[in-house]
C-alpha cells in the first residue's frame, strides 16, 4: 500500500508540537530513538526526521509528499512550495534587533551596516524593498550573539518569547514577518499520496477547530 511521506523537523521547537499534532489526530508512530524514519500503526504515513533548513529542497525534489515546516522556512527556502494548511502553533517573529544601547529611528539607520542571519533571502527582499545597503553576515545559530562580540552591528533572527534577544541585550525594531508552522506540499506529490494527504489534511482541521 501507498504510504504518504511526510517530513518533521529533527529536534527542536516545532518538532515537539508537530509530534503532538500527529498524536492528537490519532496517529500513533513507532518512534525509535536516533530513528529518522519512523511508520504510523494505524495511518499510512512514513515520517522523516529532517533538518529544518533541508526540507524546503526534499519536498522540491519530491522525496517527501508533505511537510510540517515554519512558515518562515519556506520564505526564505521555498518560496515556491505551496502551502496546504496553516496548522496554527509555533507561531513566531522573523524580526530585525540591534543592541539595546543602538539608537534607532528607522530602517534607513540600517544603511551600511553589518546585519547577522540565517534568513539571508528574507533580509535581502526586505533591504531591497526598503533601498537600503547593508552587509549580510550569514550564520546557522546562536545568532544573536554577533553584535556581542563584535560582529555585526544588528541581527535578524526568530522571535518568539522573545527571551534570546532580552538575554543578549538586543531590542526588536522591525518585524519582517509573521510564521507559524503549516503543512507544505511537494509539487511532486503522486494522486495516491495526494489522497492520504487529504485525509490527514481533514483530521488535522478537525483538531485545530477544537483547539481555538
Ligand atoms: C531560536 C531562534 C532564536 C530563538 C527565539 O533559536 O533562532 O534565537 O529561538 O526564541 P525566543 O524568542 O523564545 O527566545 P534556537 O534556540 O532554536 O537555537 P539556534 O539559533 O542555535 O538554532
Ligand atoms: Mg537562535
Known sequence: MSKLKIAVQKSGRLHD?????????GISIDNGRGQLKASAKNFPIEVFYLRNGDIPQYLRDG???AAIIGENVLIEKGNDISIAEKLGFSSCKVSIAVPKSTKYKSIQDLQGKRIATSYPNTVNRFLDENKIDANLHIINGSVEIAPNIGLADAIVDIVSSGSTL???????????LHSEAVLAVSPLIFPKN?????KLKFRFQSVLKGRQ
Not at 166 to 176: H, I, R, Y
Not at 194 to 198: D, F, G, K, N, V
Open 17 to 25: 508540537d508537530s509530534m503532538k499534532l500527529l498524536k492528537d489526530v
Open 63 to 65: 522525496v517527501v509528499d
Open 166 to 176: 532580552f538575554k543578549n541585550n538586543l531590542k526588536e525594531v522591525e518585524v519582517l
Open 194 to 198: 495526494q489522497i492520504i494527504l487529504s
